[in-house]
Protein backbone atom coordinates (compact mmCIF):
# COMPACT_ATOMS: atom_id res chain seq x y z
CA UNK A 1 0.00 0.00 0.00
CA UNK A 2 1.23 3.41 -1.38
CA UNK A 3 0.69 6.45 1.07
CA UNK A 4 -2.37 7.59 1.45
CA UNK A 5 -4.29 10.06 4.30
CA UNK A 6 -5.85 9.36 7.45
CA UNK A 7 -7.52 10.87 10.19
CA UNK A 8 -6.96 9.32 13.55
CA UNK A 9 -9.63 9.91 16.33
CA UNK A 10 -8.57 8.30 19.73
CA UNK A 11 -8.30 8.07 23.51
CA UNK A 12 -5.35 9.98 25.10
CA UNK A 13 -5.03 7.34 27.39
CA UNK A 14 -3.29 5.69 23.73
CA UNK A 15 -1.47 9.11 23.02
CA UNK A 16 2.21 8.02 23.63
CA UNK A 17 1.19 4.62 21.42
CA UNK A 18 -0.29 6.43 18.94
CA UNK A 19 2.19 8.96 18.28
CA UNK A 20 5.22 6.36 18.05
CA UNK A 21 3.27 4.44 15.64
CA UNK A 22 2.07 7.55 13.84
CA UNK A 23 5.95 8.81 13.51
CA UNK A 24 6.89 5.68 12.19
CA UNK A 25 4.37 5.42 9.66
CA UNK A 26 4.51 6.12 5.44
CA UNK A 27 1.07 7.52 5.71
CA UNK A 28 0.21 11.59 5.96
CA UNK A 29 -1.67 11.31 9.28
CA UNK A 30 -3.97 13.82 11.23
CA UNK A 31 -5.20 13.07 14.73
CA UNK A 32 -6.71 14.71 17.31
CA UNK A 33 -7.38 12.89 20.61
CA UNK A 34 -10.56 12.77 23.41
CA UNK A 35 -10.20 13.12 26.92
CA UNK A 36 -9.82 9.43 29.25
CA UNK A 37 -12.40 11.03 31.83
CA UNK A 38 -15.50 10.74 28.69
CA UNK A 39 -15.26 6.93 29.01
CA UNK A 40 -17.28 7.13 32.04
CA UNK A 41 -20.48 8.86 30.32
CA UNK A 42 -20.30 7.00 27.14
CA UNK A 43 -23.27 8.84 25.86
CA UNK A 44 -21.18 11.77 25.59
CA UNK A 45 -18.44 9.83 24.60
CA UNK A 46 -20.55 8.91 21.47
CA UNK A 47 -21.49 12.18 20.80
CA UNK A 48 -17.99 13.37 20.87
CA UNK A 49 -16.64 11.01 18.38
CA UNK A 50 -19.48 11.64 16.39
CA UNK A 51 -19.14 15.25 15.92
CA UNK A 52 -15.14 14.93 15.60
CA UNK A 53 -16.44 12.35 12.17
CA UNK A 54 -18.52 14.90 11.05
CA UNK A 55 -16.29 18.08 11.66
CA UNK A 56 -13.57 15.94 9.60
CA UNK A 57 -15.92 15.10 6.59
CA UNK A 58 -17.29 18.85 6.82
CA UNK A 59 -13.71 19.88 6.47
CA UNK A 60 -13.30 19.44 2.74
CA UNK A 61 -10.24 17.35 3.21
CA UNK A 62 -10.12 14.45 1.36
CA UNK A 63 -9.15 11.33 3.96
CA UNK A 64 -8.89 7.64 2.66
CA UNK A 65 -10.21 6.28 5.90
CA UNK A 66 -11.25 7.91 9.28
CA UNK A 67 -9.42 5.74 12.19
CA UNK A 68 -11.27 5.44 15.25
CA UNK A 69 -8.88 3.93 18.35
CA UNK A 70 -11.50 2.69 20.82
CA UNK A 71 -13.14 -0.74 21.60
CA UNK A 72 -16.93 -0.69 22.24
CA UNK A 73 -16.51 1.16 25.53
CA UNK A 74 -19.49 0.70 27.13
CA UNK A 75 -21.47 1.23 24.01
CA UNK A 76 -19.97 4.65 23.09
CA UNK A 77 -19.35 3.48 19.85
CA UNK A 78 -22.17 1.99 19.09
CA UNK A 79 -24.28 3.97 16.34
CA UNK A 80 -21.37 6.02 15.06
CA UNK A 81 -21.40 6.23 11.10
CA UNK A 82 -19.23 8.27 8.52
CA UNK A 83 -21.20 9.49 5.46
CA UNK A 84 -18.81 10.00 3.18
CA UNK A 85 -15.29 7.93 3.97
CA UNK A 86 -15.02 4.69 5.92
CA UNK A 87 -14.76 4.11 9.53
CA UNK A 88 -11.84 1.77 10.78
CA UNK A 89 -12.08 0.62 14.49
CA UNK A 90 -10.25 -2.35 16.18
CA UNK A 91 -12.74 -5.37 17.22
CA UNK A 92 -12.36 -4.81 20.99
CA UNK A 93 -14.21 -4.29 23.80
CA UNK A 94 -12.22 -2.14 25.61
CA UNK A 95 -8.78 -0.35 25.87
CA UNK A 96 -7.71 -3.43 27.91
CA UNK A 97 -7.44 -5.85 24.63
CA UNK A 98 -6.48 -2.79 22.56
CA UNK A 99 -3.56 -2.29 25.20
CA UNK A 100 -3.07 -6.05 25.10
CA UNK A 101 -2.52 -6.88 21.47
CA UNK A 102 -5.23 -8.88 21.08
CA UNK A 103 -8.73 -10.56 22.10
CA UNK A 104 -6.86 -13.78 22.54
CA UNK A 105 -5.19 -12.55 25.36
CA UNK A 106 -7.86 -10.47 26.54
CA UNK A 107 -9.75 -13.62 27.12
CA UNK A 108 -6.51 -15.46 28.52
CA UNK A 109 -6.09 -13.06 31.56
CA UNK A 110 -9.23 -11.97 31.50
CA UNK A 111 -11.39 -14.01 30.69
CA UNK A 112 -12.41 -15.93 33.46
CA UNK A 113 -12.57 -12.73 35.36
CA UNK A 114 -13.64 -9.50 33.36
CA UNK A 115 -13.74 -7.29 35.61
CA UNK A 116 -10.45 -7.79 37.25
CA UNK A 117 -8.89 -3.74 37.25
CA UNK A 118 -6.39 -2.66 35.23
CA UNK A 119 -3.92 0.29 34.62
CA UNK A 120 -1.57 1.17 31.86
CA UNK A 121 0.90 4.65 31.18
CA UNK A 122 -1.72 6.52 29.90
CA UNK A 123 -4.22 6.41 33.09
CA UNK A 124 -1.52 7.08 34.94
CA UNK A 125 -0.63 10.01 32.96
CA UNK A 126 -4.07 11.55 31.48
CA UNK A 127 -5.53 12.57 34.86
CA UNK A 128 -5.93 11.58 38.20
CA UNK A 129 -6.41 8.15 37.20
CA UNK A 130 -5.26 4.35 39.30
CA UNK A 131 -6.99 2.16 37.91
CA UNK A 132 -9.67 1.09 34.91
CA UNK A 133 -12.36 -1.27 35.53
CA UNK A 134 -15.67 -2.65 34.09
CA UNK A 135 -17.68 -3.61 37.11
CA UNK A 136 -21.43 -5.00 36.01
CA UNK A 137 -20.53 -4.29 32.51
CA UNK A 138 -20.42 -0.40 32.67
CA UNK A 139 -17.46 1.62 31.83
CA UNK A 140 -16.33 3.01 34.80
CA UNK A 141 -13.35 4.58 36.11
CA UNK A 142 -11.81 2.86 39.58
CA UNK A 143 -10.34 5.49 41.98
CA UNK A 144 -11.17 8.23 39.05
CA UNK A 145 -13.67 10.27 38.36
CA UNK A 146 -16.69 8.91 41.03
CA UNK A 147 -13.75 8.40 43.60
CA UNK A 148 -12.72 11.93 43.19
CA UNK A 149 -16.28 13.14 43.26
CA UNK A 150 -16.43 11.30 46.72
CA UNK A 151 -13.06 13.27 48.03
CA UNK A 152 -14.29 16.79 46.94
CA UNK A 153 -17.33 15.94 48.74
CA UNK A 154 -16.41 13.96 51.88
CA UNK A 155 -12.76 14.21 52.41
CA UNK A 156 -10.23 12.12 51.67
CA UNK A 157 -10.67 10.15 54.65
CA UNK A 158 -14.43 9.52 54.33
CA UNK A 159 -13.97 9.07 50.70
CA UNK A 160 -12.13 5.72 51.19
CA UNK A 161 -14.47 4.31 53.80
CA UNK A 162 -17.32 4.71 51.87
CA UNK A 163 -15.54 3.70 48.38
CA UNK A 164 -14.46 0.69 50.21
CA UNK A 165 -17.99 0.28 51.30
CA UNK A 166 -19.44 0.26 47.81
CA UNK A 167 -17.02 -1.93 46.34
CA UNK A 168 -16.29 -5.02 48.52
CA UNK A 169 -13.21 -6.95 47.77
CA UNK A 170 -13.26 -10.13 45.91
CA UNK A 171 -11.24 -12.49 43.69
CA UNK A 172 -11.28 -10.70 40.85
CA UNK A 173 -11.14 -7.05 42.62
CA UNK A 174 -8.13 -8.11 45.04
CA UNK A 175 -5.88 -7.82 41.82
CA UNK A 176 -4.23 -4.47 39.95
CA UNK A 177 -2.67 -5.33 36.34
CA UNK A 178 -0.55 -2.93 34.58
CA UNK A 179 -0.13 -3.53 31.26
CA UNK A 180 3.51 -2.39 30.20
CA UNK A 181 4.44 -1.84 26.26
CA UNK A 182 8.26 -1.61 25.42
CA UNK A 183 7.65 1.76 24.02
CA UNK A 184 6.74 3.42 27.15
CA UNK A 185 8.34 1.19 29.61
CA UNK A 186 11.32 3.57 29.75
CA UNK A 187 8.91 5.93 31.99
CA UNK A 188 8.67 3.43 34.79
CA UNK A 189 4.93 3.88 34.95
CA UNK A 190 4.85 0.31 35.93
CA UNK A 191 6.71 0.77 39.74
CA UNK A 192 4.69 3.97 39.84
CA UNK A 193 1.80 1.63 39.30
CA UNK A 194 3.14 -0.86 42.06
CA UNK A 195 3.68 1.74 45.03
CA UNK A 196 0.14 2.77 44.45
CA UNK A 197 -1.30 -0.51 44.37
CA UNK A 198 0.68 -1.67 47.46
CA UNK A 199 -0.87 0.95 49.46
CA UNK A 200 -4.32 -0.21 47.95
CA UNK A 201 -3.83 -3.66 49.61
CA UNK A 202 -4.05 -5.07 45.89
CA UNK A 203 -1.86 -7.86 44.58
CA UNK A 204 0.20 -6.33 41.71
CA UNK A 205 -0.02 -7.77 38.28
CA UNK A 206 2.75 -7.25 35.37
CA UNK A 207 1.98 -8.33 31.88
CA UNK A 208 3.44 -7.37 28.89
CA UNK A 209 1.43 -5.10 26.65
CA UNK A 210 2.11 -5.59 22.48
CA UNK A 211 1.44 -2.46 20.01
CA UNK A 212 0.69 -4.38 17.20
CA UNK A 213 -3.16 -3.49 16.94
CA UNK A 214 -2.18 0.25 17.51
CA UNK A 215 0.40 0.05 15.13
CA UNK A 216 -1.54 -2.25 12.26
CA UNK A 217 -4.78 0.44 12.20
CA UNK A 218 -2.17 3.32 12.00
CA UNK A 219 -0.56 1.98 9.12
CA UNK A 220 -3.61 0.86 6.92
CA UNK A 221 -3.37 -3.18 8.12
CA UNK A 222 -6.65 -3.73 8.44
CA UNK A 223 -7.91 -7.39 8.36
CA UNK A 224 -11.38 -8.61 8.87
CA UNK A 225 -10.47 -10.53 11.85
CA UNK A 226 -8.87 -7.72 14.02
CA UNK A 227 -10.59 -4.70 12.44
CA UNK A 228 -14.46 -4.00 11.20
CA UNK A 229 -14.72 -1.32 8.12
CA UNK A 230 -17.15 0.72 7.93
CA UNK A 231 -18.91 1.52 4.95
CA UNK A 232 -19.95 5.38 4.31
CA UNK A 233 -23.46 5.16 5.89
CA UNK A 234 -23.57 2.34 7.98
CA UNK A 235 -23.35 1.99 12.12
CA UNK A 236 -21.39 0.09 13.86
CA UNK A 237 -23.39 -2.40 16.17
CA UNK A 238 -22.28 -4.34 19.31
CA UNK A 239 -22.30 -8.25 18.64
CA UNK A 240 -20.65 -8.79 22.69
CA UNK A 241 -18.84 -11.81 22.38
CA UNK A 242 -15.39 -12.77 21.95
CA UNK A 243 -15.15 -13.00 18.02
CA UNK A 244 -16.90 -10.51 16.10
CA UNK A 245 -17.47 -7.94 19.11
CA UNK A 246 -18.81 -5.66 16.48
CA UNK A 247 -20.60 -5.31 12.88
CA UNK A 248 -21.13 -2.52 10.79
CA UNK A 249 -25.15 -1.90 10.37
Known sequence: MGS???KLIACNVFLREA????????????VEFTELGEHSRPEMLRQTIQSRIDATEASGK???????LFGLCGNSA???????????????????????????????????APSTPFSSSGYLERGEYFLRTNEDGAATVSMGDGYKQLVE???????????DEMHPKHDQNLKAVFIDLPQTAHLNHAARFQEKVAEAGKEYVHLDGDIRLIRDLINGQWND?????????RTIEGVYDHDQVIRAK
Do not use: N
Not at 153 to 160: L, W
Open 62 to 68: RYDAILL
Open 153 to 163: QYGEEDAKFIW
Open 19 to 30: CWCIAQSSHVID
Open 78 to 112: VGVQARSTQLIIPRAHDCCTILLGSRQRFVEHFGA
Open 225 to 233: REYLIVPPG
Open 4 to 6: IML
